[in-house]
T-cell receptor
Framework: ETGVTQTPRHLVMGMTNKKSLKCEQH?????MYWYKQSAKKPLELMFV???????ENNSVPSRFSPECPNSSHLFLHLHTLQPEDSALYLC???????????????FGAGSRLTVL | GQNIDQPTEMTATEGAIVQINCTYQ??????LFWYQQHAGEAPTFLSY??LDGLEEKGRFSSFLSRSKGYSYLLLKELQMKDSASYLC??????????WGAGTKLIIKP
């Protein structure tokens, strides 16, 4: 399997549930990202990991907790979410040359999350 | 503040040409990206411009004017499969990507 794979593709959860989103990349990239995509809004960067170290956390509520056990896998743990957290959550990876302008992201197809 | 503007939605006819504009105001500039995103799918990379001018890639071309804070994506010989959202993103002076809200392109037969 190649590219960036996200599971599950769709998730419905109640506000008291705990669930996790998973992302896997087979591109040999060193950086991985979580983005939130809401309708008609720009992509919002949530977390960045480079070489398994979190290098960016953009004021994301603590009910979202990332985990990067190795350079190929990334998780987003979800706990006591709110209805406004309903969105498409995109994972991406890149070579990790963040000091280079041409740092192209490869995205997964996303996990569509609905919080009831 | 940092800001990227692109039209919310555009409609064009199969076989025609369409130009999707992107204007920006950012703290520094290290390149401009265009991505394509079909409904329910991953955004995919289309082009990267860092110098002024036109970059052509088959039916798609991307233009940049840094002095004007302006770019456009030109799609020629439109096909139904070009119906998608097109995302403009700027890499600022801190190598952070700033995203536009995307332009939904509808192609009609």
């Amino acid at each position: 399997e190649t590219g960036v794979t996200q599971t599950p593709r769709h998730l419905v959860m109640g506000m008291t549930n705990k669930k996790s989103l998973k992302c896997e990349q087979h591109l040999g990239h060193n950086a991985m990202y979580w983005y939130k995509q809401s309708a008609k809004k720009p992509l919002e960067l949530m977390f960045v990991y480079s070489l398994e170290e979190r290098v960016e956390n953009n004021s994301v509520p603590s009910r979202f907790s990332p985990e990067c056990p190795n350079s190929s896998h990334l998780f987003l743990h979800l706990h006591t979410l709110q209805p406004e957290d309903s969105a498409l959550y995109l994972c991406a990876s890149s070579r990790g040359d963040r000091g280079s302008g041409a740092n192209v992201l490869t995205f997964g197809a996303g996990s569509r999350l609905t919080v009831l | 503040g940092q800001n990227i503007d692109q039209p919310t939605e555009m409609t064009a006819t199969e076989g025609a040409i369409v130009q999707i504009n992107c204007t920006y105001q950012t703290s520094g500039f290290n390149g401009l990206f265009w991505y394509q995103q079909h409904a329910g799918e991953a955004p995919t990379f289309l082009s990267y411009n860092v110098l002024d001018g036109l970059e052509e890639k088959g039916r798609f071309s991307s233009f940049l004017s840094r002095s004007k804070g302006y770019s456009y994506l030109l799609l020629k010989e439109l096909q139904m499969k070009d119906s998608a959202s097109y995302l403009c993103a700027i890499m600022d002076s801190n190598y952070q990507l700033i995203w536009g809200a995307g332009t939904k392109l509808i192609i009609k037969p």
